[in-house]
């Protein structure tokens, strides 16, 4: 007697159970948000994951996600980004993806953004981003790999207040690109995802309301409504995946059609 076929629902959910089955994968600001909601799909799809925050909560990860490593420390510094390329090919025998999600925002007029200012978000959402890339590409060049950016709308229209934190996600962009350029004859893919407003607790440092502020611009989204991170995480693991094999050096947009107005 023959078992009944697999339905197409069925099917697809077991080949996205195992997507990411031996591969290693590099997640930065993973304690909270995108990051979390990344780390969460990833190691629900078969990716073997090391997450790196700042945060101290970053350690109650693999109580969550059993098997999940963690590396504490600041994107910043160079030697952060050391232990965590380490880390992966240490404890799992090489690095396939990078998902270079740490951020930092800051909303003020140019005329009230100091030197400290600029250099603090350029830090973490520049500098921090080089340097896992550089570490992460030093790691893949003889196998191959994907280096994702979770990048903003902002590197491409201009919002008011927004000086330092635009040009960093424009220079992440740009990053992106010669990643792209450099990677493609050594089989190394890198992207980076747009996204609009996400409800996270980004901004609980700048205001008590963080959630209900960012739900706020629900109406400048022609969908009418604001991310969720688990969705931007969804198009992080599909341009990791090998599902996007044919895509680099992409901006692809997920922000509710907000620069499609």
Not at 104 to 118: F, Q
Not at 122 to 144: L, T
Not at 225 to 231: F, G, K, L, N, S
């Amino acid at each position: 007697m023959t078992s009944a076929p697999m339905s197409v629902g069925a099917s697809t959910a077991a080949a996205a159970s195992a997507e990411f089955s031996g591969k290693t994968a590099v997640v930065t600001g993973a304690a909270r948000g995108v990051g979390r909601a990344t780390v969460a799909l990833l190691h629900a799809r078969g990716a073997r994951v090391v997450a790196v925050d700042l945060r101290p909560d970053i350690t109650a990860l693999p109580h969550a996600y059993p098997g999940v490593l963690t590396v504490r420390g600041d994107v910043t510094e160079e030697e952060t980004a050391v232990r965590a390329v380490r880390c992966a090919q240490d404890a799992c025998g090489g690095l396939d993806i990078l998902v270079n999600n740490a951020g930092r925002t800051l909303n003020k007029p140019v005329t009230e953004t100091t030197a400290e200012d600029w250099d603090a978000v350029m830090a973490v959402n520049a500098r921090g981003a080089f340097f896992c890339a550089r570490e992460a590409f030093r790691a893949m060049k003889d196998r191959g790999g994907a280096i994702v950016s979770t990048g903003s709308y902002t590197s491409t229209v201009a919002l008011p207040e927004g000086a330092a934190y635009s040009a960093s996600k424009g220079a992440l962009a740009q990053l992106t690109k010669v990643l792209a350029v450099e990677g493609g004859p050594v089989g190394i893919r890198a992207n980076l995802v747009a996204a609009g407003v996400v409800e996270t607790d980004f901004l609980d440092t700048i205001r008590p309301d963080s959630r209900a502020y960012l739900r706020s611009f629900a109406g400048a989204q022609p969908l009418g409504r604001v991310a969720q991170p688990e969705e931007i995480a969804e198009v992080l693991c599909f341009l990791a995946s090998p599902r996007s094999s044919f895509v680099t050096g992409a901006v692809v947009a997920a922000d509710g059609g907000f620069t499609a107005v």
